[in-house]
Each structure stands twice: as C-alpha cells, then as structure tokens.
C-alpha cells in the first residue's frame, strides 16, 4: 500500500466512524502546536545564516539578507498565515501517526558540508527510510507544485523557495534518499504526496551542486547579480509595450533596494490590477 493510500484509508476509516487517534499522538500533537506557538510568537529576528531551508533559494535574495538591505515590512496578517501554516504541518504529522504509518524519525537535526562549510537543518519525517518534507500549502500550489502526476516536474522548471535543495540536502544529511513533499491544501483540506522519481541520482545531484554554488557564492562574498530580468506585461497574450517583474521579483522583500528607483506599483494601462512596473 503507498503512503497515499495509507493516508486516504485512515481519514475514510475516520468518516466512517472506525478510525482512532490515541492520548499519546494527542498530547504530541498539542504540543507540537504550543511549541509553534511559542516561537511564531515570541522569537526575534535572527541573523543571517545559510541554512538546508535557505540556499536553494535566489542568490540574488540571499546576498541582500547577508547585507542587510532594507527589506519591506511584510503585512500584518503573514504572520498569521506563517502561524497558521505550521499549525496545518502539525495536524498531517498528527495523521500520519494515527495512520499506522511506518514513522522511523520526527523533526530530526541534521548537518552536511558544504563546500567545507557545515549547513544545518531539521527534517519534518522519515517514513519507511525516506525522508519527507510536510508542506501546507494554496489551492494553487497544491494543484501545480504538489501535483501527484508531474508536480516533482513543475517544480524543477520554478522552485523560487528552493525547495528541491531543501528536501535532498535534509537526505544527506540523515544519510537517507529524499522521498518527496506531503502537502495539505488549507483551503480543501485535501492531502496529496508528491513523490521525487524513483531513479533521481541525477536530480539530487544537480540539487546539491546549486546549493553548493549558492553557498560558495555567500561565503566568499562574490558580486552582487540579479537572478531575473524583468518580463513583458501580456494583456490578453499581447504585449503591451510596458515590463513588469518577475514574478519572484514581484514577492521578494528586497525588491525596492535592489531594482531602486526602476521600478513603480501602479494600475495596469490596460488590465485593471496593481503590478510592479519596471520603467516607469
């Protein structure tokens, strides 16, 4: 039975009046969520630190962190959904114990060298001798990036979080193969794991090797260069004449330092939505 089938038959068996979750996933689980509480709520900014859940990311991203640009002050209700999202990871691993999963390894720390420079990181579960990721995730996301069919594919043309990196460089460290992202829709409440293929040496490798760049790139403080250039506003598949950002421009904090006074948000000329315009 996959690990799909053993997730989808323990939620029927709940609907159907027959399924269990004992006092002991119980209390595990509640405490799981006072931890994320506690640091969601209470933890102060840290210092930048190349970490398995950051050097996949941008270089251009990581380089402004590391010199402490200015960033943009996130909206008041990130935190909520930064908070509400580890409550969501802490619910799957609540079923994924009452499922009678064969769980080997929970929030494991684990370490791997980089260039000679030791990374850390902390796995989320290690099942039947992989390591999987627990994501929640959009409506969106969970039907593109964590796609049951082709989302591991999806993923390798678009991955601005790094999560491929993250997920092989969590393997190494644990010694173990990188089994893929167990993802929870917030909106549906839908559950779907999206496998890494099964011959994936070739991926992993090539996961490692950016991570080692990037790293490399941050510990020698090479120049600064922008990952993306700015792409052509399409209004119904025509370009409009005007640039925008990148979408992953779009969302990163450091935007306004690094493109200046390049870059304007305004209305659309011909759709009716704001956009970061580049030019003007």
């Not at 950051?54 to 962190?65: E, F, N, R, T, Y």
């Not at 099942?127 to 999987?132: E, R, T």
């Not at 700015?230 to 992953?248: F, I, M, Q, S």
Request: contains cysteine.
């Amino acid at each position: 039975m996959t690990l799909q089938e053993q997730i989808d038959l323990y939620l029927s068996k709940c609907l159907d009046g027959e399924g269990k979750m004992s006092e002991e996933i119980l209390d595990r689980f509640a405490e799981r969520c006072k931890e994320t509480m506690r640091l969601q709520f209470n933890e102060s900014l840290k210092d930048f630190k190349v970490s398995m859940s950051s050097v996949g990311k941008p270089l251009c991203q990581q380089q402004m962190a590391k010199k402490e640009e200015k960033r943009e002050r996130p909206k008041p209700s990130l935190k909520m959904k930064m908070a509400y999202g580890y409550l969501v990871e802490n619910l799957v691993m609540a079923v994924l114990e009452a499922a009678d999963i064969n769980i080997e390894s929970v929030q494991e720390k684990v370490k791997y060298k980089l260039n000679g420079t030791t990374i850390e990181g902390t796995l989320d579960v290690v099942i039947d001798g992989k390591v999987y990721d627990i994501k929640s995730t959009s409506t969106y996301a969970y039907k593109w990036k964590f796609s049951k069919e082709d989302g591991f594919k999806r993923m390798l043309a678009d991955d601005p979080f790094g999560y491929i990196p993250q997920g092989y460089l969590y393997g190494a460290g644990a010694g173990k193969p990188f089994g893929g992202w167990i993802a929870m829709n917030k909106e549906t409440g839908g559950i779907t794991v999206c496998e890494t293929p099964r011959n994936g040496k070739e991926f992993r490798e090539a996961a490692i090797a950016n991570a080692e760049k990037n790293a490399r790139a941050l510990e020698n403080d090479e120049p600064f260069k922008r990952c993306f250039k700015p792409a052509p506003e399409l209004y119904r598949k025509k370009h409009t004449g005007d640039y925008v950002l990148h979408v992953n421009c779009s969302y990163c904090q450091y935007k306004q330092p690094c493109w200046g006074d390049r870059i304007t948000f305004r209305k659309s000329k011909k759709a009716s939505s704001h956009k970061w315009f580049f030019g003007g």
